[in-house]
């Protein structure tokens, strides 16, 4: 699942460093189902991702840069067919943004180090946070705890 070794050069699990690139950089190191959501904000279908009604133990690293966003004791079964977490690994983790594409109002969802898309977060949440991190599995990357 790891993008680690493949021709993404901006990819680590270690460094912090804000990246600010324009999309044509992306476009050339992503694939491109990753691009479009990442990039385009694209939504993939619901029930097609393949972390959505996933249930291991680990972390969920940007798939587009590495950054460390949630912890698999964050996410909850939902029945929306996307990954949903009540609270991200650390406040930073991610930035937010209005969207008001298709009429509605929603809080885009942006990694914290790419500024890349991941999804929507929503106030139906579960405790103790109420919210809903509705996420997009083709822009995470799962890691295992050992
Ligand atoms: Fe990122």
Redesign the pocket.
């Known amino acids: 699942m790891q993008q680690q070794g493949s021709s993404n050069p901006y990819y680590s699990r270690t460094d912090s460093a804000k ?1 600010d690139l324009p999309d044509s950089v992306w476009k050339k190191v992503l694939p491109p189902d990753v691009y479009d959501v990442a990039r385009r904000a694209g939504t993939e279908r619901a029930f097609t991702g393949r972390y959505w009604d996933y249930e291991g133990t680990g972390t969920y690293y ?1 798939a ?4 460390a966003l949630f912890r698999s004791d964050a996410k909850f079964a939902s029945s929306c067919g996307w990954p949903s977490f009540f609270e991200t690994v650390r406040p930073g983790s991610v930035e937010y943004r209005i969207d008001r594409a298709y009429g509605m109002e929603r809080s885009e969802v942006l ?1 914290g ?4 898309h991941l999804g929507h977060v929503f106030e139906d949440g579960p405790p103790p946070t109420g919210r809903r991190f509705c996420m997009n599995s083709i822009v995470l990357d799962f890691e295992p705890d050992e």
């Open positions: 990246l940007c587009v840069c590495g950054n990694c180090r790419c500024g890349s």
